[in-house]
T-cell receptor, first 113, second 113 residues
Framework: DAGVIQSPRHEVTEMGQEVTLRCKPISGHDYLFWYRQTMMRGLELLIYFNNNVPIDDSGMPEDRFSAKMPNASFSTLKIQPSEPRDSAVYFC???????????FGPGTRLTVL | DQQVKQNSPSLSVQEGRISILNCDYTNSMFDYFLWYKKYPAEGPTFLISISSIKDKNEDGRFTVFLNKSAKHLSLHIVPSQPGDSAVYFCAARAVGGADGLTFGKGTHLIIQP
């Protein structure tokens, strides 16, 4: 298996633009998580899905952030409009119900100018 | 308010010696603890975990110790090898709560030759 796949790996955009980050979880995993890593706050959970259904989005910072999981093999995290303080590395992770450890993708480094 | 704290941002250890990484937590509802290892430009990789019903878990060169009364856990790596140089994250999961993990800010372990 290729592991968790994220795209793009790097994104540079201007303030006010819409940004869409993509994730393909490991096949067969029924949980998907979105995290954000910053120097100030470390790794923070934004939202997670179970069987494609959002379970907890209390970590989503603002209404500008939204996430979807239309099927078991794809999820998106969208920021509209983006702001410079959204600059961070965004990680997607997935896991199988019977295993607590999560498998992380390589991350998307987002820079908002 | 950080619920998982790694108070040492960095640690330098000589190759062949023991590396001890520490982690403290404040939330009594945490019932499962994990250690992740992260190389630059990669996502965190699951290393080892421990349930709150145990006080020790060992996997090869890696051992995690849990002291529930002190709300403290530690990761021991022995002997330390150059490939162990990475950032190590402590993470915890709350019983009956969200399936997402709460992470510490990480400790950068540097193995000196």
């Amino acid at each position: 298996d290729a592991g968790v796949i994220q795209s793009p790996r790097h994104e540079v955009t201007e303030m006010g633009q819409e940004v869409t980050l993509r994730c393909k979880p490991i096949s067969g995993h029924d949980y998907l998580f979105w995290y954000r890593q910053t120097m100030m706050r470390g790794l923070e959970l934004l939202i997670y899905f179970n069987n494609n259904v959002p379970i907890d989005d209390s970590g989503m910072p603002e209404d500008r952030f939204s996430a979807k999981m239309p099927n078991a093999s794809f999820s998106t995290l969208k920021i509209q409009p983006s702001e410079p303080r959204d600059s961070a590395v965004y990680f997607c992770a997935s896991r199988w119900t019977a295993h607590t450890g999560q498998f992380f993708g390589p991350g998307t480094r987002l820079t908002v100018l | 308010d950080q619920q998982v704290k790694q108070n040492s941002p960095s640690l330098s250890v000589q190759e062949g010696r023991i590396s001890i990484l520490n982690c403290d937590y404040t939330n009594s509802m945490f019932d499962y603890f994990l250690w992740y290892k992260k190389y630059p430009a990669e996502g965190p990789t699951f290393l080892i975990s421990i349930s709150s019903i145990k006080d020790k878990n060992e996997d090869g060169r890696f051992t995690v110790f849990l002291n529930k009364s002190a709300k403290h856990l530690s990761l021991h790596i022995v002997p330390s090898q150059p490939g162990d140089s990475a950032v190590y994250f402590c993470a915890a999961r709350a019983v009956g709560g969200a399936d997402g993990l709460t992470f510490g800010k990480g400790t950068h372990l540097i193995i000196q030759p």
